[in-house]
């Protein structure tokens, strides 16, 4: 009996109607896997992933196969964006095992769910050098029966393994500009100057090293690391990774020039793409960074948002080919010089390929190319461009889309709350700081849940405003509480503050070491073979230094001592990978350059409705000082008067207009600069790089 009908995750949804006896990630399962006494076939993928919907319409869908599968095995489907704890866990063994990893991934296990025999993606015959899923099967099912000790030998040697890989954290301090400025030069060693971006194809984009590289020249002045930021952004934002016509990045480029992505976008990097563009602009005044950043950001809205105000979280790298009407990568995005010219005209069709680089042979499949930028393309009125791309989007969107993965997460969520905060209030746009409210409160109304008495906690998923059962992860707490932090900004809502401390708290108290290292779990979550605990940057931050940051901003609004002496001990990892392996740990080194420059601490009083005040709020946010944590609100009452704003920011506590004026005081290193009321002067005490 196939059981995922039901479940909240649209991944596992998809497999609800094979013939495959699928379970979900449960004890049940294993208890299953005892009473019948065979193994377990693990396999874990994700919505948007083309090679799991490859190997499910191979193998899952085949009815021989599924038969075989449920007679040797209890089959255990697990979504890794739901069950990230999962996913790291076995990942972390199929690595190790086999030197890569990937999505699908099929793991077999004893019914103490020790892992046995690892792989990827398993094709229906076998074909280049890889064997046949069947032949797979019937291999492990054979030694299951036949060499039962050796298998038990196997997955317990592997589990002692992976129990005996513990973090060599050694309380290291926090790192110093030294670190910082090894990690540039590695990472300069690794930059393609000819490309932007770092490492050869497969090439994703660095989001998280991208924002170190400007908080490293917002701080010291070094002009080739935001050179290296810009020219990778202006490569990416003409390449084929972004979408020239609707906004939005893919996943990667399967080349180092950016010309073929693959085609899943999901809302993690364009949630962190749309942020560091927007934080470009601040930092060069760039008119791609704004167009690119605002772009991206409508794009999440357009098309990722769901009913309930939070934001899905991918679209599918397939859709149907219209002349095929079967699944294919990229059909919805690619473009032949005869399908221009089809919707545009001779004049126009033509003008479109010279400008968007699409040629006769193609740079994609069958003839067709992906629309970029590219530089030596032809000098076009701007006001045409733009109308061209309106008639190509009108046409894309009556091609069959590609299917979206509804589940909201709630880090990437939080992810997605801090960027469109921000673009609204760069960009003079409330309507995004609207969107990005929106889906804040759904994570408090619908991801904040009570379980036997216990203080809420944060679930990691829900879908149709109904929340699933999965426990959030250190990710969730640590982007959950940046995007409240940066909403409370943006917003002057003091409540948002109280929120991001209430599951920085949670934290403390349920994910911290006592060395100050920090798990992926919390303490008393479900007991894998190991617990995760890993500080490295995947897609996006890793939760060990999302949490620093967040620990790190909220101590600097608070003046909490625990929350930045847990954030500066967090940071020890940065210290000790970030001048080795810079790519890696770039979110750490973004949260290193914040503590290297205090942060800053900005307190904006004055009344509501007053311009002045506005003008200081909005210099105030547009300040590139790495980390600096903004407050904004009315002068505190008289004594005894009727309410106060500094008891929702503490850093709005004894500040007063100066001679009846709205001001801004920035402090730093637990020293104050005298208070500003203007612009310009407010704008030289946050913006200007040490040293100069």
Known sequence: MNRLA?????????????????????PGAFEEAKRRDVPVLLSVGYSACHWCHVMAHESFEDGDTAAYMNEHFVNVKVDREERPDVDAV???????????????????????????????????????????????????STAWAGRREEVAEVAQRITRDLAGRQLDYGRAAAPGPEEAAQALLALTREYDEAR????????????????FLLRHHARTGAEGALQMAADTCEAMARGGIYDQLGGGFARYSVDREWVVPHFEKMLYDNALLCRVYAHLWRATGSDLARRV??????????????????FASALDADSEDPETGKPAEGAYYAWTPAQLEEVLGAEDGALAAACFGVTQEGTFEHGASVLRLPQDGPVVDAGRIAGIRQRLLAARAARPAPGRDDKVVAAWNGLAVAALAECGAYFA????????TEAADLLVRVHFRAEDGRAPRLARTSKDGQVGANAGVLEDYGDVAEGFLALAAVTGEGVWLE???????????????????????????????????????????????????????????TGSEAHRTAAERALGVVRALGPRAPRFIGHGLAVAEALLDGPREVAVVGRADDPARAELHRTALLATAP????AVGEPAPEEGGPGAAEGEFPLLAGRTPVEGRAAAYVCRHFVCARPAADPAELAAQLGRPAGS
């Open 196 to 211: 932007g971006g770092f490492g050869g194809a497969p090439k994703f984009p660095p989001s998280m090293v991208l924002e």
């Open 499 to 557: 929120f991001a401390g209430f599951l920085l708290d949670l934290v403390l108290d349920r994910f911290t070491a006592e060395d100050g290292s920090l798990f992926d779990t919390a303490h008393d979550a479900e007991r894998l073979i190991r617990r995760p605990q890993d500080p490295t940057d995947t897609a996006a931050p890793s939760g060990w230094t999302a949490a620093a940051g967040a620990l790190l901003s909220y101590a600097a609004h």
């Open 429 to 436: 746009r409330p309507d995004l700081i609207e969107r990005a």
């Open 6 to 26: 039901g479940v909240t995750s649209p991944y596992l949804l998809q497999h609800a109607d094979n013939p495959v006896d699928w379970w979900p990630w449960e």
């Open 90 to 140: 076995y990942m972390e063994a199929v690595q190790a095992a086999t030197g890569q990893g990937g999505w699908p991934m099929t793991v077999f296990l004893t019914p103490d769910a020790e892992p046995f025999y690892f792989g990827t993606y398993f094709p229906p015959e076998p074909r280049h050098g890889m064997p046949s899923f069947t032949q797979v099967l019937e291999g492990v």
């Open 293 to 310: 950043a605002l772009e991206t950001a409508d794009f999440m809205v357009r098309e990722l948002r769901t009913p309930e105000g939070g």
């Open 627 to 630: 980390g600096a944590v903004v």
